[in-house]
């Protein structure tokens, strides 16, 4: 997946903003908070990062071409790295983006996912289903 289509599905995604920051990364935010990060650019410690559940860390951390997340793992935060291209297939490496912008999203105080026309606990599998549902759809 490359810089355009990750902001072409990252955009597709309801309320989502992105700055370009951190050395020029196209940063994808829900609300204030950080969903996926994509700098391909680099040539070090480049590729696309995503936010993951506790068992889908554990699962997508012993594939090869994606690892532990520069920075936020070592924080301990559940962040992976996909740095090798083709490692996951694109409709899969979509699929853990919404995951990533679910956990986030649910996450974030119930007046601002209000404020945001999001609904109040997004992480509630109905929530979860119509999000990816939708993302295999456009992706298949």
Same mark, same amino acid.
């Given at each position: 997946? /490359?810089?355009?289509?990750?902001?072409?599905?990252?955009?597709?995604?309801?309320?989502?903003? $992105? #700055?370009?920051?951190?050395?020029?990364?196209?940063?994808?935010?829900?609300? $204030?908070?950080?969903?996926?990060?994509?700098?391909?650019?680099?040539?070090?410690?480049?590729?696309?990062?995503?936010?993951?559940?506790?068992?889908s860390?554990?699962?997508?951390?012993?594939?090869?071409?994606?690892?532990?997340?520069? $920075?936020?793992?070592?924080?301990?935060?559940?962040?992976?790295?996909?740095y090798?291209?083709?490692?996951?297939?694109?409709?899969?490496?979509?699929?853990?983006?919404?995951?990533?912008?679910l956990? #986030?999203?649910?996450?974030?105080?119930?007046?601002?996912?209000?404020?945001?026309?999001?609904?109040?606990?997004? /992480?509630?599998?109905?929530?979860?289903?119509?999000?990816?549902?939708?993302?295999?759809?456009?992706s298949?």
């Amino acid at each position: 997946m /490359d810089r355009k289509l990750f902001n072409g599905f990252c955009s597709s995604l309801p309320e989502t903003t $992105y #700055v370009t920051q951190w050395r020029g990364s196209q940063v994808w935010k829900i609300g $204030y908070r950080v969903f996926a990060i994509e700098n391909w650019h680099r040539e070090r410690l480049g590729g696309i990062t995503f936010k993951a559940s506790e068992a889908s860390f554990e699962h997508l951390k012993e594939i090869k071409g994606i690892r532990r997340a520069p $920075y936020f793992a070592s924080r301990g935060l559940k962040w992976v790295q996909y740095y090798l291209p083709n490692s996951l297939p694109h409709n899969i490496l979509e699929r853990y983006i919404a995951k990533s912008y679910l956990v #986030v999203s649910s996450s974030l105080p119930s007046k601002l996912q209000r404020e945001l026309n999001l609904p109040v606990q997004i /992480d509630r599998p109905s929530a979860s289903a119509t999000l990816l549902a939708g993302v295999t759809q456009e992706s298949g």
